[in-house]
Structures are given as structure tokens and as C-alpha cells.
């Protein structure tokens, strides 16, 4: 089977979950994303999911991101739309500000300065659509804020001129009970939402929770393993060229 036979039936199911689960669900298949997660994943892969019509993706790592970007962009011009969804590193910002429409993942003043600051200087007029990251257990090493500090950012948000407050984005802790762990995001959302009507992105859910993530409100989910498969991983060493396979958490 060639990949872009796999890509479409990988495509095909993974629409039909998300129409089953819409459906369960009493939503319309329009008001839920599907962000295909390629970080990891060569241009070739985008460029056919593109053809088979995806036009969102997500990236998180630069300076892969930004290569991906421009060889794909070269190819099909500049109407997708890119997502980081990785953990925000400040001083890479001002080359993810250039490419990214969309940034799931800020959780600290320094992101929204330094995001700022490179859509700036890349003189993008239109902004960045910013997304919090909740925290659920107050886990620093796994990102995200609690609840409590999300009106502090999101304020922080608002008044900047590049960047525009678009809603959450939360993981569910591993150890968590999924149910109770997605009716815990649709409750900050909601409460998130009557504060700032204009929000409209929650971010929530991969391949493994999707169902369960559009039960509870999700209007995007992030799914990469069951798009493209485990992710290879390309070994650090320099003198190696050998790909081993792991489970992509997306």
C-alpha cells in the first residue's frame, strides 16, 4: 500500500469516528477540528493529507516546524493553517511567531512577551490566535496553569495587539479518570467562556480519547497516531541514521 493510500484510509476512519461521536454526542461534525499532528512527519506526509483535504496541522518542535513549513508552503502556497502545540520554549517564540496561526500551549507571561514580541518583528498583521493550557493536577513539568491563574493570563492576552485570546487547551493527567477528567475541562471552559464570551477553541482530546473528548465539548482534537501512525524517532547521535518506532501520545 503506498502512504498516500494509508494516509487515506487512516483518514477515512478517523472521520468516521468523529462523525459516530458527534453524532453520540448531538453535535454537528462542523463545530469539531481535526488537527492533524505531523510533528515528527516528513512535508510529503502533509502535502497528501493536504490532498486528500486537511488544512490544519500541528507542529511542535522548531527549527523543525519552520522547514516543514516553508517546504510545504512552497509546494501548495500559504493557505493552511499551522499550529504549535509542543511546549512553548521562550527563545524560540520570535521563529514560531512567524508560521504559527495558532499557539495551543501558554501557560506564563514570558510566552505571551516573547509571542508578542516576534509577530512584531515579523510584522504579521494579523494576530495569533492564543490558547491557555489548564492544568488539572498543577504538574509544572507537564505545562499548563491551574484554573485559578487562567483570568491573570488571559487579561495579559487581551491587551496585547498581536495576539488574540481564542480559548484552552488541557491533556488529561495520565492517571486520570477520563470522564471526570474531561468534565473537569467543560467546567473551567464553561466558566472560562462566561468570562470572556468571546473564546471559542477548546483544544482537548488525541487519538485515543476523541471520542470521549467530543462528548464533553471539545471543538478540536489533536490526532497524530491514528492519522500517521507511531511516530518514528530518529536517534540523537549524529553518526546514526537508524529509526526506531514509539507511541505518539497524540
Not at 91 to 109: L, M, P
Request: aromatic share 4%.
Amino acid at each position: 500500500m503506498s502512504r498516500v493510500n494509508e494516509l487515506s484510509a487512516n483518514l477515512t476512519e478517523v472521520r468516521e469516528r468523529l462523525s459516530a461521536a458527534c453524532s453520540a454526542a448531538d453535535r454537528k461534525p462542523a463545530e469539531v477540528t481535526l488537527l492533524a499532528v505531523t510533528k515528527f512527519w516528513p512535508a510529503s506526509d502533509v502535502l497528501a493529507l493536504h490532498s486528500l483535504g486537511l488544512n490544519e496541522f500541528g507542529e511542535a518542535r522548531e527549527p523543525e516546524a519552520s522547514r516543514k513549513v516553508a517546504t510545504v508552503e512552497a509546494a501548495v502556497g500559504g493557505d493552511l493553517v499551522w499550529h504549535m502545540i509542543g511546549r512553548l520554549q521562550t527563545n524560540k517564540a520570535k521563529s514560531i511567531a512567524k508560521w504559527a496561526r495558532v499557539v495551543h500551549s501558554v501557560d506564563s507571561q514570558r510566552h505571551i512577551a516573547a509571542l508578542q514580541g516576534g509577530r512584531e518583528a515579523a510584522s504579521v498583521r494579523d494576530p495569533i490566535d492564543v490558547l491557555l493550557q489548564l492544568s488539572l493536577d498543577g504538574d509544572p513539568s507537564r505545562g499548563g496553569v491551574v484554573a485559578a491563574d487562567l483570568p491573570h493570563l488571559a487579561d495579559a492576552v487581551e491587551a496585547s495587539s498581536h495576539l488574540r485570546l481564542a480559548g484552552l487547551m488541557a491533556v488529561p493527567p495520565v492517571e486520570a479518570q477520563p470522564e471526570r477528567a474531561f468534565a473537569e475541562i467543560a467546567r473551567v471552559y464553561a466558566e472560562f467562556r462566561a468570562r470572556y464570551p468571546a473564546v471559542n477553541v477548546l483544544s482537548a482530546g488525541m487519538s485515543a480519547d476523541l471520542e470521549i473528548a467530543v462528548n464533553y465539548g471539545s471543538t478540536c482534537v489533536r490526532v497524530g497516531t491514528a492519522l500517521l501512525g507511531p511516530r518514528p524517532l530518529i536517534s540523537n547521535q549524529p553518526q546514526s541514521t537508524s529509526v526506531t518506532q514509539a507511541t505518539n501520545p497524540a
